[in-house]
């Protein structure tokens, strides 16, 4: 059982460049999020998606843009890298059915620098 | 505007001690906290909750308590181990889980 799948785990750009971090999960659930952790900052959310077809801005989405594919995958576009973008970016999933807490599913993470 | 904080970012205790960790959270409409662990290269991962409507939480080695007035929430582990030594995030959810945020995070060593 894979959980939740992000690719690439580690990622170098200079500036301007642009790229694309992938996530994926296997347990059907129908919420899933993207988040970035800075250090002395938590974790912030950048973009989520509530359902297959959906989705919104987070607290931190400038410079990003998603896609919800479908309801396994949803990704994470940088358009033209920045400096300040550099990050761990975590992709998480969870249940989240209507008016109830569910806790979140993570993946390993992307460790991506901007030069 | 941080909603959820984590004053300590750094805790060290010797194995078998108490290990307790504080956040503080100012959003009164929260209802419902988590606590999650990670470890180095690993994503964080769920590690005990607590509703408003409690006061405290048990799991084994692990029990969260919930002051409301206070607005504080601790975790306490009973007794610390080495394999304890993560950093520590409380959370709390906004409505649906769209927008749940997130302290800074404590890092705990625990030492043989």
């Known amino acids: 059982n894979a959980g939740v799948t992000q690719t690439p785990k580690f990622q170098v750009l200079k500036t301007g460049q642009s790229m694309t971090l992938q996530c994926a999960q296997d347990?059907?659930?129908?919420?899933m999020y993207w988040y970035r952790q800075d250090p002395g900052m938590g974790l912030r959310l950048i973009y989520y998606?509530?359902?297959?077809?959906?989705?919104d801005k987070g607290e931190v989405p400038n410079g990003y843009n998603v896609s919800r594919l479908n309801k396994r995958e949803f990704s994470l576009r940088l358009e033209s890298a920045a400096p300040s973008q550099t990050s761990v970016y975590f992709c998480a999933s969870s249940e989240a059915r209507w008016g109830t807490n569910e806790k979140l599913f993570f993946g390993s993470g992307t460790q991506l620098s901007v030069l | 505007d941080q909603q959820v904080k984590q004053n300590s970012p750094s805790l060290s205790v010797q194995e078998g001690r108490i290990s307790i960790l504080n956040c503080d959270y100012t959003?009164?409409?929260?209802?419902?906290f988590l606590w999650y662990k990670k470890y180095p290269a690993e994503g964080p991962t769920f590690l005990i909750s607590i509703s408003s409507i409690k006061d405290k939480n048990e799991d084994g080695r692990f029990t969260v308590f919930l002051n409301k007035s206070a607005k504080h929430l601790s975790l306490h582990i009973v007794p610390s181990q080495p394999g304890d030594s993560a950093v520590y995030f409380c959370a709390a959810p906004g409505y649906n889980n769209n927008d749940m945020r997130f302290g800074a995070g404590t890092r705990l060593t625990v030492k043989p």
């Open positions: 347990m059907n659930h129908n919420s």
């Open positions: 998606s509530a359902s297959e077809g959906t989705t």
């Open positions: 959003n009164s409409m929260f209802d419902y």
